[in-house]
């Protein structure tokens, strides 16, 4: 296969920061009165009105990505919601800080509907919508939101929150670098700025594309795949089966081969950049029972014994070599920001595609269990999409959603409202787009410390 070009490193980042921001700022329903402004730390929002207003306020937490006012997750989703008569606000929130913007985003975003309040009109009700990272914000504000907001609607969202998502991208950088790159194995963390983060992204890359050559790599590839909470269905291509083990492995490669450590490499700067330091670790930590863990484990045991490598010395490896320690300033700063606090106040419906490669569908077991074990597994329901990429919804798939918190908000029970079979049967009834609703139950997520 040939090696990953720095052009398509380069479009897999554009197209996901589209997707991860929105783009809709643009094609607004002509009946609809746009507005915007500053907010006292420098983040601008904006916020769509129609004419016909049904009295709900959408409040939307853009994703990662430069800091741009955005007031819904895509262009068609914003015509679609502007036309049923739903005002929509979000705030770009502090363009001063990191485009991990957790510092500021839950402050962003309560002013900006307070700011909507002011200057546009109070809204009968208000339901938070969030994407990816702005499904952690939006997590945030479900958690802090009572007499604020009244419902939630989380699509893609990283709800297990800021540590988590570094320490198992670091599991997974570690195991590549350690069997493909030893020389950046040391140099994970504590990156120096974005460029020397994109050439360790480069150089991983490529010895990812090397390794992919023989069976010892490919097994070696499947094992940082577990680590890293990896899809095995690709774009493009139909799910693997069940026992298919070497073709679960040839779709996880190519959501590598297509970019993926050309994202989450820099990205983690401006995650250590927000905090002020290495907020990840792996020093003490067990691979053997870290495997052990994930659902991919009899996947990596396979690909093991066909290539005749020894799974326990490689995992003996890892965890001799494990020696990187994070900075506890930096860990507290992430826990405080970044973190949904595990409870919700209000309800909260978490929509999320099954094969995510950057926000991987295990976050939603993780949060989950934090939720119940706050007490609140009342307020929370979450629903799957059968569909392959990071925030890959339909319009229709979104309304659906929304409708489904707002039946929770009218009747005070969410029914069958959030079930597979409602949200297919609303979502195709909208004449919106397709829809993929499935009955789906995430595995353990690997990785927590």
């Known amino acids: 296969m040939p090696r990953p070009r720095l052009s398509a490193l380069a479009a897999c980042v554009a197209v996901l920061a589209t997707a991860l921001l929105g783009t809709a700022t643009g094609a607004q329903a002509a009946t609809a009165e746009h507005y915007s402004g500053t907010l006292s730390d420098g983040a601008t929002w904006i916020a769509d009105r129609p004419a016909r207003w049904n009295g709900t306020l959408l409040l939307f937490s853009h994703g990662f990505g430069p800091a741009v006012a955005a007031d819904a997750p895509s262009a068609d989703a914003q015509q679609a919601l502007l036309d049923a008569g739903y005002a929509l606000a979000g705030s770009s929130y502090d363009p001063h800080g990191s485009m991990w913007a957790l510092d500021s985003a839950e402050r962003d975003q309560f002013a900006t509907l307070a700011t909507f309040?002011?200057?546009?009109?109070?809204?009968?009700?208000?339901?938070?919508?969030?994407?990816?990272?702005?499904?952690?914000?939006?997590?945030?504000?479900?958690?802090?939101?009572?007499?604020?907001?009244?419902?939630?609607?989380?699509?893609?969202?990283?709800?297990?929150?800021?540590?988590?998502?570094?320490?198992?991208?670091?599991?997974?950088?570690?195991?590549?670098?350690?069997?493909?790159?030893?020389?950046?194995?040391?140099?994970?963390?504590d990156l120096a700025g974005p460029?020397?983060?994109?050439?360790?992204?480069?150089?991983?890359?490529?010895?990812?594309?090397?390794?992919?050559?023989?069976?010892?790599?490919?097994?070696?590839?499947?094992l940082a795949a577990a680590y890293l909470n990896l899809a095995d269905w690709a774009p493009g291509q139909q799910p693997p089966a069940r026992d298919d083990f070497a073709g679960q492995e040839r779709q996880q490669y190519d959501w590598l081969a297509q970019g993926l450590l050309?994202?989450?490499?820099?990205?983690?700067?401006?995650?250590?950049?927000?905090?002020?330091?290495?907020?990840?670790?792996?020093?003490g930590v067990d691979y053997a029972g870290l495997l052990r863990e994930s659902a991919r484990a009899e996947q990596v045991a396979a690909l093991y014994r066909d290539a005749g490598l020894d799974l326990r010395t490689d995992l003996e490896r890892l965890t001799r070599g494990a020696d990187i320690t994070a900075d506890p300033a930096a860990v507290a700063h992430l826990e405080r920001t970044s973190t949904a606090g595990q409870g919700v106040a209000v309800p909260l419906l978490d929509i999320h595609t099954t094969a995510d490669q950057l926000v991987p569908v295990e976050q939603e077991s993780a949060f989950a269990e934090r939720v119940r074990r706050a007490g609140d597994s009342a307020?929370?329901?979450?629903?799957?999409?059968?569909?392959?990429?990071?925030?890959?919804?339909?319009?229709?798939?979104?309304?659906?959603?929304?409708?489904?918190?707002?039946?929770?908000?009218?009747?005070?029970?969410?029914?069958?409202?959030?079930?597979?079979d409602q949200l297919q049967r609303d979502a195709t009834e909208s004449n919106l787009g397709d829809a993929a609703f499935t009955d789906y139950r995430p595995s353990r997520m690997t990785g927590t410390r």
């Open 262 to 283: 050309g994202f989450i490499v820099p990205a983690r700067w401006s995650v250590e950049q927000s905090a002020g330091g290495n907020t990840s670790w792996n020093k």
């Open 379 to 420: 307020r929370l329901r979450q629903a799957y999409v059968a569909r392959q990429g990071h925030c890959n919804f339909t319009t229709a798939e979104v309304v659906a959603g929304l409708h489904a918190v707002e039946h929770r908000l009218d009747s005070g029970r969410w029914d069958d409202a959030a079930t597979t």
């Open 117 to 189: 309040r002011r200057q546009v009109g109070t809204p009968a009700r208000v339901v938070s919508v969030g994407q990816s990272m702005g499904g952690l914000i939006n997590a945030q504000i479900a958690r802090d939101g009572a007499g604020r907001v009244n419902g939630s609607l989380g699509l893609c969202g990283l709800v297990a929150g800021g540590v988590d998502l570094d320490n198992y991208q670091l599991d997974a950088e570690y195991t590549l670098a350690t069997f493909f790159d030893p020389a950046d194995a040391g140099e994970l963390v």
């Open 195 to 222: 460029a020397e983060a994109t050439a360790l992204a480069d150089r991983l890359s490529a010895a990812v594309q090397t390794a992919q050559q023989t069976p010892a790599g490919r097994a070696r590839i499947a």
